[in-house]
């Protein structure tokens, strides 16, 4: 690691591009760009909460509000997402809200 | 045919769905949808033939005959109805995109297990082809299923029950229902399945309707609840062995755990609470008090019921011409009556009956009830028809002061009524001295009393803020409302003690406790001549102590009438009428002459305080849009309506301080619980004493937030003077609502609890040379004068007519005693035992 990336606490550009799949017991995978959900959502350090809901959902409440992430999203692979207000989200994933959760949950700590 | 998306959201397979009666097609075949938005929306046009009563399903009918449950979330049963909004009622006809509920996804979403939203086809169909899409849809937009049967695009009723019937015999049980929200789609599908197990048909019956135990949708209908006893009826070969099944399915719970409530389905009965008075005394009936007083008499029952009315007319001209003739008297009646009153100055009264004379030419009326004369009905039937359409209309809504005004109505549709069938109200011969006791009494009823005869009021229904009420208390008419079916109880003939004070009707009373009461009222007679006698003298206890006894006041009338009755000034004139019942804001030029007017009536020496505008969230002005609150009493209410809108508290503030100059004016501001909001206003107050060049005007605080009379030392070293306002003290103290029916016994502001908050509030303002007020209800209860100079008040603010008797009491009193008392009553454990040691301290 760099001198500067050290001080300005900066990643490596090569870790933040990382896409992780999820895998499932059945045979139906997730595969969730977990880096590019939390940085629309505004930084790890911006998730309050966040937990499976629902059955079908992923919610996840902000400390600060963020402007509407439609365009992005779509790409990150939840089915759909839905803004109940800037602070508060419902990403969609079907059946796989729980390994979704997780994946998102494991890239907070 | 092509079954539009309800939602905008993610297609999802019904076998997916995490619910055996969706996942498993129980219900019928279908999709599902994961929404992204929060209103369901009509997915062709049809009829609603169901909604159900806690608002999360419906079912629609297209006119082909197909029946579409819609069914959001899952077990969305369980929220019973929070969290949605329907749009739509059961019965109505809606096109296909219409917006049918309205729904909290994020609340849904946390307190049920799914979102997942089912559309299922719950009618039977013959060659059934279900073809569904996948992926996103938008609602009303995207096509979400394809659907094709036999005999699509024919008009097709729903099943008729037209089949023979069927062989065997038929037998028949009741059952009650345990299911905590009664037979809902789980439960039904279960039951449905059961039942197709068996030839005979079998049938469920409740309050009139009925549905085969085969139908899921028939059975949704039926509005089962935890409880409800249903008649179930088998009927063929197997019948027995159908309806045992049934039976034991439905004991069973049907898929749903019963154990805990199958014990408690029988009929709530009303419990007797812990504390607090329940009624015993067969002999006491009680309601709710409407007017105050004391009355002893005879009951006369009126009956309510109508008259009969012919409903054929003989002929549109003679019908019209009976209907406007009816009109025009009862509009010449309501003249008189309105001129009577404004001779004798009762304006609020004459108001009243204006828009009664404005109800005559109602449109919605007069045009529905000129319809029905032209269909061949007689003027009669037709103007009572269209007044009970619009006085149901007004009942239902959810607006109890609209639905108040149903009374009103009723009143002019029975006055025009009268004039119709030519009847006569000279007819309705009262004995002496009697108590009416009626379903309800209208304003007009009651106005006309014949106060010679009658001594008080009753009624089974009506309310304690109803325009009869304001018009019984104008009129000093003892009047409780809300008996109920106590009632049923009362007969004419029996004699009876009505006490509106206390909300209670004595049946039976022995003649020792009527010559008790008699001799009672008469010495408050004469005590109360004699209290006026020597009114405008000070209030100065046995030992020399002075305390002021000033007036609570709404308009310059009221400031008349206090300094005769010996009032020494005002120690609360209330702003709100002068901002009520109008379109716009009052100027700062108007309010500066009414308020000046005010002033100059209590001329140079007489203090007067006057509070700015203490409105809120329960009682909204015009003008001044404020949110619906869920808690208006902890929400925008007093000083903090003020406070967030700074520009018309400035007016205000601007109009006192220029009458300020006619007198001994002091602005006090309401509702203040925190330091900082004082600050604001007084930093307002100093600009704008320096825009006018005024000197000096003291300024000061109610307590009615406990906060406020805890922090009363900081309070003391900024404010000028303190008022307690111990209705709303004692409210937040003891966090009961006042109008409470069950706690309003209990909200007493005797209790110790508020009693040391007065207290602590007046050390506060004596250690720093303030003086400390009371302008609460308790001020004018003389049961509690004793205890208030004993805590150190050092003014009484009271109801204008209670201003001699506060004064008598005060003279009777020794303040060192109130001392002693006032520490005594501190320790005490409750209001109740605060008002016995007043009540024995009496005696001695």
């Given at each position: 690691?760099?001198?500067?990336?050290?001080?300005?606490?900066?990643n490596?550009?090569?870790?933040?591009?990382?896409?992780?799949?999820?895998?499932?017991?059945?045979?139906?995978?997730?595969?969730?760009?977990?880096?590019?959900?939390?940085?629309?959502?505004?930084?790890?350090?911006?998730?309050?909460?966040?937990?499976?809901?629902?059955?079908?959902?992923?919610?996840?409440?902000?400390?600060?509000?963020?402007?509407?992430?439609?365009?992005?999203?779509?790409?990150?692979?939840?089915d759909?997402?839905?803004m109940?207000n800037?602070?508060?989200?419902?990403l969609?994933?079907?059946?796989h809200?729980?390994?979704?959760?997780d994946?998102?949950k494991?890239?907070?700590? | 045919m092509?079954?539009?998306?309800?939602?905008?959201?993610?297609v999802?397979?019904?076998?997916?769905?995490?619910?055996?009666?969706?996942?498993?097609?129980?219900?019928?075949?279908?999709?599902?949808?994961?929404?992204?938005?929060?209103?369901?929306?009509a997915?062709?046009?049809?009829e609603v033939?169901?909604?159900?009563?806690?608002h999360?399903?419906?079912?629609?009918?297209?006119?082909?005959?197909?029946?579409?449950?819609?069914?959001?979330g899952?077990?969305?049963?369980?929220?019973?109805?929070?969290?949605?909004?329907?749009?739509?009622?059961e019965?109505?006809?809606v096109?296909?995109?219409?917006?049918?509920?309205?729904?909290?996804?994020d609340y849904?979403?946390?307190?049920?297990?799914?979102?997942?939203?089912?559309?299922?086809?719950t009618?039977?169909?013959?060659e059934?082809?279900?073809?569904?899409?996948?992926?996103?849809v938008?609602?009303?937009?995207?096509?979400i299923?394809?659907?094709s049967?036999?005999?699509?695009?024919?008009v097709?009723?729903?099943?008729?029950?037209?089949?023979?019937?069927?062989?065997?015999?038929?037998?028949?049980?009741?059952?009650t229902?345990?299911?905590?929200?009664g037979?809902?789609?789980?439960?039904?599908?279960?039951?449905?399945?059961v039942?197709?197990?068996?030839?005979?048909?079998?049938?469920l019956?409740?309050?009139?309707?009925?549905?085969?135990?085969?139908?899921?949708?028939?059975?949704?209908?039926?509005?089962?609840?935890?409880?409800?006893?249903?008649?179930?009826?088998?009927?063929?070969?197997?019948?027995?062995?159908?309806?045992?099944a049934?039976?034991?399915?439905?004991n069973s719970?049907?898929?749903?755990?019963?154990?805990?409530?199958?014990?408690?389905?029988?009929?709530p009965?009303e419990?007797?609470?812990?504390?607090?008075?329940?009624?015993?005394?067969?002999?006491?009936?009680?309601?709710?008090?409407?007017?105050?007083?004391l009355a002893?008499?005879?009951?006369?029952?009126?009956?309510?019921s109508?008259?009969?009315?012919?409903?054929?007319?003989?002929?549109?001209?003679?019908?019209?011409?009976?209907?406007?003739?009816a009109?025009?008297?009862?509009?010449?009646?309501?003249?008189?009556?309105?001129?009577?009153?404004?001779?004798?100055?009762?304006?609020s009264?004459?108001e009243i009956?204006?828009?009664?004379?404005?109800?005559?030419?109602?449109p919605?009326?007069?045009?529905?009830?000129?319809?029905?004369?032209?269909?061949?009905?007689?003027?009669?039937?037709?103007?009572?028809?269209?007044?009970?359409?619009q006085?149901v209309a007004?009942?239902?809504?959810?607006n109890?002061?609209?639905?108040?005004?149903?009374?009103?109505?009723?009143d002019?549709?029975?006055?025009?009524?009268?004039?119709?069938?030519?009847?006569?109200d000279?007819?309705r011969?009262?004995p002496?001295?009697?108590?009416?006791v009626?379903?309800?009494?209208t304003?007009?009823?009651?106005?006309t009393?014949?106060?010679?005869?009658?001594?008080?009021?009753?009624?089974?229904?009506?309310?304690?803020?109803?325009?009869?009420?304001?018009?019984?208390?104008?009129?000093d008419?003892?009047?409780?409302?809300?008996?109920?079916?106590?009632?049923?109880?009362?007969?004419?003939?029996?004699?009876?003690?009505?006490?509106?004070n206390?909300?209670?009707?004595?049946l039976?009373?022995?003649?020792?406790?009527?010559?008790?009461i008699?001799?009672?009222?008469?010495?408050a007679?004469v005590?109360?001549?004699?209290?006026?006698?020597?009114?405008?003298?000070?209030?100065?206890?046995?030992?020399?102590?002075?305390?002021?006894v000033v007036?609570n006041?709404?308009?310059?009338?009221?400031a008349?009438?206090?300094?005769?009755?010996?009032?020494?000034?005002?120690?609360?004139?209330?702003?709100?009428f002068?901002?009520?019942?109008?379109?716009?804001?009052?100027?700062?030029?108007?309010?500066t002459?009414?308020?000046?007017?005010?002033?100059?009536?209590?001329?140079?020496?007489?203090?007067?305080?006057?509070?700015?505008?203490?409105?809120?969230?329960?009682?909204p002005?015009?003008?001044l849009p404020?949110?619906?609150?869920?808690n208006?009493?902890?929400?925008?209410?007093?000083?903090?309506?003020?406070?967030?809108?700074?520009?018309?508290?400035?007016?205000?503030?601007?109009a006192?301080?220029?009458?300020?100059k006619?007198?001994r004016?002091r602005?006090?501001?309401?509702?203040?619980?925190?330091?900082?909001?004082?600050?604001?206003?007084?930093?307002?107050?100093?600009?704008?004493?320096?825009?006018?060049?005024?000197?000096?005007?003291?300024?000061?605080?109610?307590?009615?937030?406990?906060?406020?009379?805890?922090?009363a030392?900081?309070?003391?070293?900024?404010?000028?003077?303190?008022?307690?306002?111990?209705?709303?003290?004692?409210?937040?103290?003891?966090?009961?609502?006042?109008?409470?029916?069950?706690m309003?016994?209990?909200?007493?502001?005797?209790?110790p609890?508020?009693?040391?908050?007065?207290?602590?509030?007046?050390?506060?303002?004596?250690?720093?040379?303030?003086?400390?007020g009371?302008?609460?209800?308790?001020?004018?209860?003389?049961?509690?004068?004793?205890?208030?100079?004993?805590?150190?008040?050092?003014?009484?603010?009271?109801?204008?007519?209670?201003?001699?008797?506060?004064?008598?009491k005060?003279?009777?009193?020794?303040?060192?005693?109130?001392?002693?008392?006032?520490?005594?009553?501190?320790t005490?454990?409750?209001?109740?035992?605060?008002r016995?040691?007043?009540?024995?301290?009496?005696?001695?």
């Amino acid at each position: 690691m760099g001198f500067f990336s050290k001080l300005f606490g900066k990643n490596e550009p090569e870790q933040t591009q990382s896409i992780d799949t999820v895998a499932q017991p059945a045979a139906a995978q997730i595969s969730i760009d977990t880096a590019k959900v939390i940085s629309l959502l505004g930084g790890k350090d911006n998730i309050a909460n966040i937990k499976t809901t629902a059955y079908t959902r992923v919610r996840v409440e902000l400390k600060t509000a963020v402007a509407d992430i439609a365009p992005s999203l779509s790409e990150t692979g939840f089915d759909g997402y839905m803004m109940i207000n800037g602070k508060v989200f419902h990403l969609l994933a079907g059946l796989h809200a729980d390994a979704a959760c997780d994946a998102l949950k494991a890239k907070l700590v | 045919m092509k079954i539009l998306a309800p939602l905008d959201g993610i297609v999802f397979p019904i076998t997916d769905v995490p619910d055996p009666v969706f996942g498993q097609k129980m219900l019928g075949d279908g999709i599902a949808v994961d929404p992204v938005n929060s209103v369901l929306s009509a997915p062709f046009s049809g009829e609603v033939t169901q909604l159900h009563a806690s608002h999360h399903a419906l079912t629609l009918r297209h006119s082909n005959g197909m029946e579409l449950l819609m069914h959001i979330g899952l077990d969305t049963v369980m929220l019973k109805g929070e969290g949605f909004k329907p749009l739509i009622k059961e019965g109505d006809k809606v096109s296909a995109g219409q917006k049918l509920i309205e729904f909290d996804a994020d609340y849904i979403a946390q307190n049920a297990i799914s979102l997942l939203t089912m559309m299922v086809i719950t009618s039977q169909h013959e060659e059934l082809v279900i073809k569904p899409e996948s992926g996103t849809v938008k609602a009303a937009k995207s096509t979400i299923l394809n659907i094709s049967f036999k005999g699509d695009d024919q008009v097709d009723e729903p099943e008729v029950d037209n089949q023979q019937p069927a062989a065997g015999i038929t037998v028949s049980e009741e059952i009650t229902i345990p299911n905590p929200v009664g037979l809902h789609a789980r439960p039904a599908a279960m039951l449905a399945s059961v039942a197709r197990s068996y030839s005979s048909t079998v049938t469920l019956s409740l309050s009139g309707k009925s549905s085969k135990a085969t139908s899921i949708t028939g059975l949704l209908g039926l509005n089962t609840k935890l409880g409800s006893v249903v008649t179930v009826t088998a009927q063929g070969e197997d019948a027995e062995k159908a309806l045992a099944a049934v039976l034991e399915a439905i004991n069973s719970g049907l898929g749903e755990n019963v154990s805990s409530v199958a014990t408690k389905v029988e009929a709530p009965i009303e419990e007797a609470p812990l504390i607090g008075q329940h009624n015993t005394d067969p002999m006491v009936l009680i309601g709710v008090k409407a007017a105050g007083g004391l009355a002893i008499g005879e009951v006369f029952k009126v009956d309510n019921s109508r008259p009969d009315i012919p409903e054929q007319g003989q002929g549109d001209s003679l019908e019209v011409d009976s209907l406007n003739k009816a009109l025009a008297s009862a509009r010449t009646e309501l003249e008189t009556l309105k001129s009577d009153l404004t001779a004798k100055g009762h304006d609020s009264q004459v108001e009243i009956f204006e828009a009664h004379r404005g109800l005559l030419s109602d449109p919605e009326v007069t045009d529905k009830t000129m319809e029905l004369i032209v269909r061949g009905k007689s003027a009669a039937f037709s103007w009572h028809s269209s007044i009970a359409e619009q006085v149901v209309a007004l009942r239902g809504l959810d607006n109890p002061l609209l639905a108040g005004r149903a009374i009103d109505l009723e009143d002019v549709g029975n006055r025009v009524l009268k004039h119709l069938l030519e009847i006569s109200d000279q007819d309705r011969q009262l004995p002496e001295s009697c108590i009416l006791v009626t379903c309800d009494i209208t304003p007009s009823d009651i106005i006309t009393l014949d106060l010679s005869r009658v001594v008080g009021v009753a009624t089974r229904e009506g309310g304690s803020t109803s325009h009869a009420a304001i018009i019984a208390r104008s009129m000093d008419l003892p009047y409780i409302v809300g008996l109920g079916e106590q009632l049923e109880r009362l007969n004419s003939g029996d004699r009876v003690i009505l006490d509106a004070n206390k909300a209670r009707m004595r049946l039976q009373p022995s003649d020792e406790l009527i010559a008790d009461i008699h001799s009672q009222q008469e010495q408050a007679n004469v005590k109360k001549a004699a209290d006026l006698s020597v009114a405008d003298q000070p209030a100065t206890t046995i030992d020399g102590h002075n305390v002021e006894v000033v007036a609570n006041i709404g308009n310059a009338k009221d400031a008349r009438d206090a300094i005769e009755l010996g009032g020494e000034g005002v120690g609360l004139l209330r702003s709100e009428f002068l901002y009520m019942d109008r379109a716009t804001e009052p100027s700062e030029d108007e309010q500066t002459e009414v308020y000046s007017e005010i002033v100059k009536v209590l001329g140079p020496d007489r203090p007067i305080i006057i509070r700015t505008l203490d409105v809120g969230g329960d009682k909204p002005l015009q003008y001044l849009p404020l949110p619906e609150e869920e808690n208006p009493f902890l929400g925008e209410r007093g000083i903090r309506v003020g406070i967030n809108r700074p520009s018309m508290l400035r007016r205000q503030i601007r109009a006192i301080l220029k009458a300020s100059k006619h007198g001994r004016v002091r602005i006090m501001l309401p509702m203040i619980a925190c330091l900082n909001e004082f600050r604001a206003v007084k930093k307002l107050v100093l600009e704008e004493q320096k825009d006018l060049g005024i000197e000096s005007i003291e300024l000061g605080i109610m307590i009615e937030v406990p906060a406020a009379a805890l922090m009363a030392r900081q309070f003391a070293k900024e404010v000028d003077f303190f008022s307690v306002g111990t209705n709303d003290l004692t409210q937040y103290t003891l966090a009961m609502d006042r109008g409470h029916p069950k706690m309003a016994s209990r909200a007493d502001a005797m209790n110790p609890a508020v009693l040391n908050l007065i207290g602590l509030t007046a050390e506060a303002a004596h250690a720093e040379g303030k003086w400390v007020g009371v302008c609460g209800g308790l001020a004018s209860d003389t049961d509690a004068v004793a205890i208030l100079l004993g805590l150190g008040v050092d003014e009484l603010s009271v109801s204008v007519p209670s201003i001699p008797e506060v004064k008598a009491k005060v003279r009777e009193l020794n303040l060192k005693d109130c001392q002693t008392l006032a520490q005594n009553a501190l320790t005490l454990d409750g209001a109740e035992d605060v008002r016995e040691l007043v009540k024995n301290r009496g005696e001695k």
